[in-house]
Nanobody, 116 residues
Framework: QVQLVESGGGLVEPGGSLRLSCVAS????????MAWYRQPPGKQRELVAT???????NYVDSVKGRFTISRDNTKNTVYLQMASLKPEDTAVYYC??????????WGKGTLVTVSS
C-alpha cells in the first residue's frame, strides 16, 4: 500500500526555520514529480513547490527565496526547507506524488504554525 508520511512540522517563531520531510513507500519514487502543498486555516489548498524527476523546481511566488524543495531518491524522501517563516506560512503542509502516467498520491499532512 502506497504511503506518503510527512514530518517536521511544529510551532516556530516568525523569522525561524523548519525542515519538512516526506517519506514515500511502496512507490516507484523516481517516476514521480514530488510536490508540497499547503492549506492555511479557512482557506483552500495551494501549491507551494514542485521538483520534477530531472530535478527542475518550481515555487509559488510567496515562498521564492525562502523555501527550498529537494529530494533524495535513495531514501524515497522529499524535503521542504523553510526559512524566514512568516505568520502567513501557517498551514497544514501536504506532500504529493504526481505523475501524468500513474495515480497521484497524497500524504496526510503536517501542521506548521508560525507565531510568537
Amino acid at each position: 500500500q502506497v504511503q506518503l508520511v510527512e514530518s517536521g512540522g511544529g510551532l516556530v517563531e516568525p523569522g525561524g526555520s523548519l525542515r519538512l520531510s516526506c517519506v514515500a513507500s511502496e512507490i516507484r519514487f523516481t517516476l514521480y514529480t514530488m510536490a508540497w502543498y499547503r492549506q492555511p486555516p479557512g482557506k483552500q489548498r495551494e501549491l507551494v513547490a514542485t521538483m520534477s524527476i530531472d530535478g527542475r523546481t518550481n515555487y509559488v511566488d510567496s515562498v521564492k527565496g525562502r523555501f527550498t524543495i529537494s529530494r533524495d531518491n535513495t531514501k524515497n524522501t522529499v524535503y521542504l526547507q523553510m526559512a524566514s517563516l512568516k505568520p502567513e506560512d501557517t498551514a497544514v503542509y501536504y506532500c504529493r506524488a504526481e505523475s501524468a502516467y500513474y495515480k497521484d498520491y497524497w500524504g496526510k499532512g503536517t501542521l506548521v504554525t508560525v507565531s510568537s
